[in-house]
C-alpha cells in the first residue's frame, strides 16, 4: 500500500499511489469509525471523465474492532481497455440515509458529505511502458539545422533551382515571381556544423540534441515536406556525416534526436509525381486521390504538401517495415521526434515505435499542440512537446494569469504517465512560435487568446470579412512582422529579464528543458520565417547565454523524476511553487510585479546548510522586479 489520505477518524488507502498498469489490480482499504450508525451499504463508484459511473464495486468488511470497522475491495480495468484517468468515491448508506465520502478541497483528506468535492483518481496505463532512462531531466537543445551552423569545410551542393543565401541575411518573407510564399531559402547550415559545435552544447549543458529533419527535400529549406525521405539533404550532409556526428555526440555524454515528417510529402516527390500521373501506379494507394485527379494536402491549404493515406500497408512497410525508413535512420540517431504526431493514426504511431525499440532504446517523442489519449502514451508515444505547460508560463510572466497557471500544470500532471511527465518537453519557443524573447518583449501581444503567440488569429487587423468569408492578409502581416523584427533596445533588456524568470519558472515543471537555438543569445523574432534566422555567433548577448548555463548545471542537481508540485502561494504579481520527489525538493519564487518580494521560505530551506541556490535578480532576503530565486534541498 502506498496511498494514504486521512482526518482523525477515517482512513483510505490506496495500493498504487498515481497509476497502474492495465493488467494489475487496485486494492482500497477504509476504515470507518464505529460511531457513524448503521452502515448498511458501502460502494466504491468509479467513472471516466464526463461519464456515468463505469464501475460499482462492493466493499467488503474485512475487520471489526470497537473503535473502527475496516472494508476492503479490489479493482480491475482490464474488462474496460481503457487507459485514462477513472475517478473514484464511496457511496454509502448510514441509517438509511445516503452519504458519500469525498475528498475535502480545503485539507485533501476524506470527509462524509452530500456536495460536491474532488474525487480520487487513478490513472491507467499501458502494461511494461518503459522509457530511456538518459531521456529523462536533460537538457534538450533544438536546432533548425539550415539557421544553425554552416562549416567551413564543406561547400554548398549547388542544386538547381535553389535560391542560396549568405549566412545572416533576413529570410525570405515575400511573394516570389509566380505570387506563392515560398520556403526555397537556404543558408547551408549542416550536419558537420552541428558537430563543430558540440564544444559549445557541452558546456551549455546540453545533454540531448533534437534536429529538424535532414530528410532531402529539393526546395523547401526547413525540410517538413520530404522529395525522398530515404537520402539526406546534400546541403545538409552523407549518413557518414551523421555517423560521426552520432558517435562524437554519444563520446560526450549527449544524444541525438531527429525530427522527421510522415503525415505529407513534396508533391515533387517521385513516389507522388508517378502516383498522381498513372492511374495504375503501385502507389496511387498511398495518397488520397479520386477519379479527377483530386488529392488531399495538408490542412486544406497546403498544395504542394499532399497527405499520405497511413492505412495502406505499402507506405506502412515503407515508413516501419524492415529496412524502412525508421530502421535506416536508427542506425544514426537515438530517438525520433515526430512531426505532427496528433495527426498519425494510432496503429502508425505503435508501428513507428515497435520498429524504433527492435532497433534499440530509442525515445519517440510527438509532437502535440493539446492533450494526448492516454491509450497513445507507452504504445504509440513516449512523450510529447508539453505546449500548454509553455502557454501558461508565458501568460503568467505576461500577464499574471496566476489560476490558469496553476490549474494548468496540476492537469497535465493528473493526465500523463509519470514516464511521459518525466521526458516531456518544456520550451519556451520553438519553429512554430513566436520567439519568446519577441513575445515577452509585449510588443504585440493580445490576451483573452488560447495560445499567447497566435498573434494572428480571427479576429485581428490583418482579417477582413468578404463575401466569400473572412480572408486573412497575408502579406500585411509578412509585412508587419519584418517591420517590427527589431527590438529597441529597452524593449530587448525588458524581455530578457522575463525571459529569464519565465525559464526558471519552466524548470519547476517534470520533464526536460529544452531551449530553441539561439534564444539562450537573444535571438528575436515574430513567426515563420523571421523565428528561423541564422544563429548569430559573432554577436550574441554573453551575458543572457551564461545565465543559461549556469541555471542548467543548477537545475540538473534537482532529480526531476516522480515530482509532486505544489503551489504554496500565488497572486498576480508572485508564484511560489515547490518540486518535491524522493531524493530531493527545489522551491521557486517568481516576481513578475512592480515591487520588491520579501521572501519568505518554510523553515526546512532556511534550516538546510546543504542546498544549492539560484537566485536571479534578488538575494536569498529580497526579489527585486522580475526577479526570481530557486533553491535545492
Same mark, same amino acid.
Not at 212 to 218: E, V
Not at 312 to 320: A, D
Not at 592 to 595: A, C, F
Given at each position: 500500500?502506498?496511498?494514504n489520505?486521512?482526518d482523525?477518524?477515517?482512513?483510505v488507502?490506496?495500493?498504487?499511489?498515481?497509476?497502474?498498469?492495465?493488467?494489475?489490480?487496485?486494492?482500497i482499504?477504509?476504515?470507518?469509525?464505529n460511531?457513524?450508525g448503521?452502515?448498511?451499504?458501502?460502494?466504491?463508484?468509479?467513472?471516466?471523465?464526463?461519464?456515468n459511473?463505469?464501475i460499482?464495486k462492493?466493499?467488503?468488511?474485512?475487520?471489526?474492532?470497537?473503535?473502527f470497522i475496516?472494508?476492503?475491495?479490489?479493482?480491475s480495468?482490464l474488462?474496460?481497455?481503457?487507459y485514462e484517468?477513472?475517478?473514484? *468515491? &464511496?457511496?454509502?448508506? #448510514?441509517? /438509511?440515509? !445516503?452519504?458519500?465520502?469525498k475528498?475535502?478541497r480545503?485539507? $485533501?483528506?476524506?470527509? @462524509?458529505?452530500?456536495?460536491?468535492?474532488?474525487?480520487?483518481?487513478?490513472l491507467?496505463?499501458?502494461?511494461?511502458?518503459?522509457?530511456?532512462?538518459?531521456?529523462?531531466?536533460?537538457v534538450f537543445?533544438?536546432?533548425?539545422?539550415?539557421?544553425?551552423?554552416?562549416?567551413?569545410?564543406?561547400?554548398?551542393?549547388?542544386?538547381?533551382?535553389?535560391?542560396?543565401?549568405?549566412?545572416g541575411e533576413?529570410?525570405?518573407?515575400?511573394?516570389?515571381?509566380f505570387?506563392?510564399?515560398?520556403?526555397?531559402? *537556404? &543558408?547551408?547550415g549542416n #550536419?558537420? /556544423?552541428? !558537430?563543430?559545435?558540440?564544444?559549445?552544447?557541452?558546456?551549455? $549543458?546540453?545533454d540531448? @540534441?533534437y534536429i529538424?529533419?535532414?530528410?532531402?527535400?529539393?526546395f523547401?529549406y526547413?525540410r517538413?515536406?520530404?522529395?525522398?525521405?530515404?537520402?539526406?539533404?546534400?546541403?545538409?550532409?552523407?549518413?557518414?556525416d551523421?555517423?560521426?556526428?552520432?558517435?562524437?555526440?554519444?563520446a560526450?555524454?549527449?544524444?541525438?534526436?531527429?525530427d522527421?515528417?510522415?503525415?505529407?510529402?513534396?508533391?515533387?516527390?517521385p513516389?507522388f509525381?508517378?502516383a498522381?500521373?498513372n492511374?495504375?501506379?503501385?502507389y496511387r494507394?498511398?495518397f488520397?486521390?479520386?477519379?479527377?485527379?483530386n488529392?488531399?494536402?495538408?490542412?486544406?491549404?497546403?498544395?504542394?504538401?499532399?497527405?499520405f493515406n497511413?492505412f495502406?500497408?505499402?507506405?506502412?512497410?515503407?515508413?516501419?517495415g524492415?529496412n524502412?525508413?525508421?530502421?535506416?535512420?536508427?542506425?544514426?540517431?537515438?530517438?525520433?521526434?515526430?512531426?505532427?504526431?496528433?495527426?498519425?493514426q494510432?496503429f502508425?504511431?505503435?508501428g513507428?515505435?515497435?520498429?524504433?525499440?527492435?532497433?534499440?532504446s530509442?525515445l519517440?517523442?510527438?509532437?502535440?499542440?493539446?492533450?494526448?489519449?492516454?491509450e497513445?502514451l507507452?504504445?504509440?508515444?513516449?512523450?510529447?512537446?508539453?505546449?500548454?505547460?509553455?502557454?501558461?508560463?508565458?501568460?503568467y510572466?505576461?500577464?499574471?494569469?496566476?489560476?490558469y497557471?496553476?490549474?494548468?500544470?496540476l492537469n497535465?500532471i493528473?493526465?500523463?504517465?509519470?514516464?511521459?511527465?518525466?521526458?516531456?518537453l518544456n520550451?519556451?519557443?520553438?519553429?512554430?512560435?513566436?520567439?519568446?524573447l519577441t513575445?515577452?518583449?509585449?510588443?504585440?501581444?493580445?490576451s483573452g487568446y488560447?495560445?499567447?503567440?497566435?498573434?494572428?488569429?480571427?479576429?485581428?487587423?490583418?482579417?477582413?470579412?468578404?463575401?466569400?468569408?473572412?480572408?486573412?492578409l497575408t502579406d500585411?502581416?509578412r509585412?508587419?512582422e519584418?517591420e517590427?523584427?527589431?527590438?529597441?533596445y529597452?524593449?530587448?533588456r525588458?524581455?530578457?529579464k522575463r525571459l529569464?524568470i519565465?525559464?526558471?519558472l519552466?524548470?519547476t515543471?517534470p520533464?526536460?528543458?529544452?531551449?530553441?537555438?539561439?534564444?539562450?543569445?537573444?535571438?528575436?523574432?515574430?513567426k515563420?520565417p523571421?523565428?528561423?534566422?541564422?544563429?548569430?555567433?559573432?554577436?550574441?548577448?554573453?551575458?543572457l547565454e551564461?545565465?543559461?548555463s549556469?541555471y542548467?548545471?543548477?537545475?540538473?542537481?534537482f532529480?526531476?523524476?516522480?515530482?509532486?508540485?505544489?503551489?504554496?502561494?500565488?497572486?498576480s504579481?508572485?508564484?511560489i511553487?515547490?518540486a518535491?520527489?524522493?531524493?530531493n525538493s527545489?522551491?521557486?519564487i517568481?516576481n513578475?510585479?512592480?515591487?520588491a518580494?520579501?521572501?519568505k521560505l518554510?523553515?526546512?530551506?532556511?534550516?538546510?546548510?546543504?542546498?544549492a541556490v539560484?537566485v536571479e535578480?534578488?538575494?536569498?532576503?529580497?526579489?527585486q522586479?522580475?526577479?526570481?530565486?530557486?533553491?535545492?534541498?
Open positions: 500500500m502506498t496511498k489520505t486521512c482523525s477518524e477515517i482512513l488507502t490506496i495500493s498504487h499511489e498515481r497509476e497502474i498498469e492495465i493488467d494489475e489490480e487496485l486494492q482499504n477504509l476504515r470507518l469509525p460511531n457513524l448503521n452502515v448498511q451499504e458501502l460502494l466504491a463508484v468509479f467513472n471516466r471523465q464526463n461519464e459511473p463505469c460499482i462492493g466493499m467488503n468488511k474485512t475487520k471489526e474492532e470497537n473503535d475496516e472494508y476492503e475491495t479490489k479493482v480495468f474488462p474496460f481497455n481503457r484517468n477513472y475517478f473514484f *468515491f &464511496f457511496r454509502l448508506k #448510514i441509517d /438509511g440515509q !445516503e452519504k458519500c465520502i475528498i475535502s480545503q485539507t $485533501g483528506k476524506p470527509f @462524509i458529505t452530500n456536495g460536491e468535492s474532488p474525487y480520487w483518481r487513478i491507467v496505463i499501458q502494461e511494461n511502458f518503459s522509457v530511456p532512462e538518459w531521456s529523462k531531466n536533460a537543445y533544438q536546432i533548425f539545422v539550415d539557421r544553425f551552423y554552416k562549416s567551413p569545410n564543406v561547400k554548398c551542393a549547388n542544386i538547381k533551382g535553389r535560391n542560396y543565401r549568405n549566412w533576413m529570410p525570405d518573407w515575400y511573394r516570389n515571381q505570387g506563392d510564399f515560398h520556403n526555397n531559402d *537556404f &543558408f547551408c #550536419i558537420k /556544423g552541428i !558537430e563543430e559545435k558540440l564544444d559549445y552544447l557541452k558546456k551549455l $549543458g546540453v540531448v @540534441i529538424s529533419p535532414i530528410n532531402f527535400s529539393k523547401r526547413e517538413y515536406a520530404a522529395t525522398d525521405h530515404m537520402q539526406i539533404d546534400p546541403d545538409v550532409g552523407t549518413f557518414d551523421l555517423d560521426s556526428l552520432h558517435k562524437k555526440a554519444n560526450m555524454g549527449m544524444h541525438i534526436i531527429l522527421i515528417a510522415f503525415n505529407h510529402c513534396n508533391s515533387d516527390n513516389i509525381q508517378d498522381i500521373s492511374k495504375n501506379s503501385r494507394n498511398w488520397f486521390i479520386d477519379e479527377w485527379e488529392y488531399e494536402y495538408w490542412y486544406g491549404v497546403f498544395k504542394d504538401m499532399p497527405v497511413q495502406c500497408k505499402e507506405y506502412q512497410k515503407y515508413v516501419y524492415e524502412g525508413v525508421i530502421e535506416k535512420y536508427s542506425k544514426y540517431v537515438d530517438g525520433f521526434r515526430l512531426d505532427l504526431a496528433e495527426s498519425l494510432p502508425f504511431l505503435e513507428i515505435r515497435t520498429r524504433a525499440r527492435k532497433c534499440g530509442l519517440v517523442l510527438g509532437e502535440a499542440w493539446e492533450k494526448v489519449k492516454c497513445i507507452g504504445k504509440g508515444l513516449d512523450c510529447i512537446t508539453n505546449y500548454p505547460y509553455a502557454n501558461a508560463v508565458l501568460k510572466i505576461a500577464y499574471g494569469e496566476a489560476e497557471l496553476k490549474w494548468e500544470t497535465i493528473e493526465s500523463y504517465p509519470q514516464n511521459t511527465l518525466d521526458t516531456m520550451a519556451l519557443d520553438t519553429h512554430d512560435t513566436v520567439r519568446a513575445l515577452l518583449s509585449m510588443k504585440c501581444v493580445r488560447d495560445r499567447i503567440w497566435e498573434i494572428d488569429k480571427d479576429p485581428s487587423i490583418w482579417h477582413i470579412q468578404t463575401n466569400e468569408g473572412r480572408d486573412f500585411e502581416f509585412k508587419f519584418y517590427n523584427d527589431k527590438l529597441s529597452e524593449e530587448y525588458l524581455a530578457v529569464k519565465a525559464f526558471m519552466m524548470g515543471m520533464g526536460n528543458l529544452c531551449i530553441y537555438y539561439g534564444t539562450e543569445k537573444g535571438m528575436y523574432g515574430f515563420d523571421f523565428n528561423r534566422k541564422c544563429m548569430d555567433w559573432e554577436n550574441g548577448d554573453e551575458e551564461e545565465f543559461f549556469r542548467l548545471h543548477f537545475w540538473k542537481k532529480e526531476g523524476s516522480k515530482v509532486d508540485i505544489k503551489f504554496l502561494y500565488y497572486d504579481n508572485v508564484i511553487v515547490e518535491t520527489n524522493a531524493s527545489m522551491i521557486t517568481v513578475r510585479g512592480y515591487e518580494y520579501e521572501i518554510p523553515e526546512k530551506y532556511l534550516k538546510s546548510t546543504k542546498k539560484f535578480n534578488g538575494t536569498e532576503k529580497i526579489l522586479n522580475l526577479g526570481a530565486i530557486s533553491i535545492i534541498l
